[in-house]
């Protein structure tokens, strides 16, 4: 499984991005679908999660209420929209698969597969 982050850009503090997961060749509907961020000299971290069948979400704390992950119906692209950004949100954000079930905050040693990140820089 191939996995493509696009959407990072730069964006004022307050503004809205939207970053999307898109498979390479082979299909990832039967897949969980992770977001994670990696701010410099920080370890990568958990944001947001959508299961398989795209009715769980799961979001980290400081991100709840701002941001939203959501696939689309043919459950081939997956979403997360990041609004009211704080300059705290610049990252690379990377989006990860995990096959096996997900029910919550995933662990970076839980994804079976990555896609390259994308980078968001929030300016205050």
């Known amino acids: 499984v191939q996995l493509q982050a696009s959407g990072g850009g730069l964006v004022q503090a307050g503004g809205s991005l939207r970053l999307s997961c898109a498979p390479i060749?082979?299909?990832?509907?039967?897949?969980?679908i992770a977001w994670f961020r990696q701010a410099p000299g920080k370890e990568r971290e958990f944001v947001a999660a959508?299961?398989?069948?795209?009715?769980?979400?799961y979001y980290v704390d400081s991100v709840k209420g701002r941001f939203t992950v959501s696939r689309d119906k043919y459950k081939k692209i997956v979403y997360l929209q990041m609004d009211n950004l704080k300059a705290e949100d610049t990252a690379v954000y990377y989006c990860?698969?995990?096959?096996?079930?997900?029910?919550?905050?995933?662990?970076?040693?839980?994804?079976?597969?990555w896609g390259e990140g994308t980078l968001v820089t929030v300016s205050s």
């Open positions: 060749g082979r299909a990832v509907s039967s897949y969980n």
């Open positions: 990860a698969a995990k096959y096996a079930a997900l029910a919550g905050v995933a662990a970076v040693s839980d994804m079976d597969y």
């Open positions: 959508v299961n398989w069948r795209g009715a769980g979400t």
